[in-house]
């Protein structure tokens, strides 16, 4: 079931990916329908993706989607009160295998994607927010809706996610239960070795079907 989410999850991510160089001044919610919609439109239209090109589609992410998030905060968050037991070289490999896996695990998302809607709740929050939760709805025909929110930080270049939820699971809480055991069982460089040999596996499987 968590699977199932996290999927839909990453099709909500790829929606991320801009079409132009975002705006640091664009308000939240604004940033994530405008381009949301732009993307949604070269989905439609590109004949790979909808074939299932995963590597097209990995490309895209690598491209596109990962300068609006914040994989750091991501992974610190994701890793625990173990972040602080790690070496700053420690640290950047951790971020690196994370973001890796996420994107090699579900790029396949956006390859599913046929006909869902996206419908976006309105943006609560005060001028001086610096954290905001942009709440969207994914409708699919002839299944359940999904409740998709994105949680962004205010930064210097603009508005950065650091967490999606979906359904009310939130996708870095999903990981840490696991990494805290990976750490348990290995230590950092344990945690790290896991991380490197499922995103190899991934890689393997992506290149063989």
């Known amino acids: 079931m968590i699977k199932t989410l996290l999927l839909a999850s990453w099709l909500g991510l790829l929606s991320l990916a801009p079409a ?3 705006d640091p001044s664009m308000a939240p919610d604004v940033l994530v329908r405008d ?12 004949q790979a993706i909808q074939a299932g090109d995963t590597r097209r589609v990995v490309d895209l992410v690598e491209a596109e989607v990962l300068p609006h998030f914040n994989f750091r905060r991501m992974t610190m968050l994701a890793v625990g009160r173990d972040w602080r037991g790690a ?9 690196e295998a994370f973001r890796t ?3 090699r695990t579900y790029s396949n998302a956006l390859t599913q994607y046929r006909n869902q809607t996206v419908e976006f709740r309105p943006l609560r929050m005060s001028a001086a927010d610096t954290t905001v939760r942009v709440q969207t709805e994914v409708r699919q025909p002839g299944a359940q809706s999904i409740n998709i929110d994105y949680v962004l930080e205010k930064t210097e270049r603009g508005w950065k996610v650091f967490d999606v939820i979906v359904a009310g699971v939130s996708l870095v809480t999903n990981y840490r239960g696991t990494f805290a055991q990976e750490v348990r069982i290995g230590g950092i460089e344990g945690l790290i070795r896991s991380l490197q040999a ?12």
């Open 198 to 209: 499922k995103n190899r596996a991934l890689e393997t499987g992506a290149a063989t079907s």
């Open 101 to 103: 896996l996420l994107v």
């Open 20 to 22: 132009w160089a975002a």
């Open 87 to 95: 070496t700053p070289e420690q640290q950047e490999q951790l971020v």
């Open 35 to 46: 381009v949301t919609n732009d993307v949604l439109s070269i989905v439609r239209k590109d």
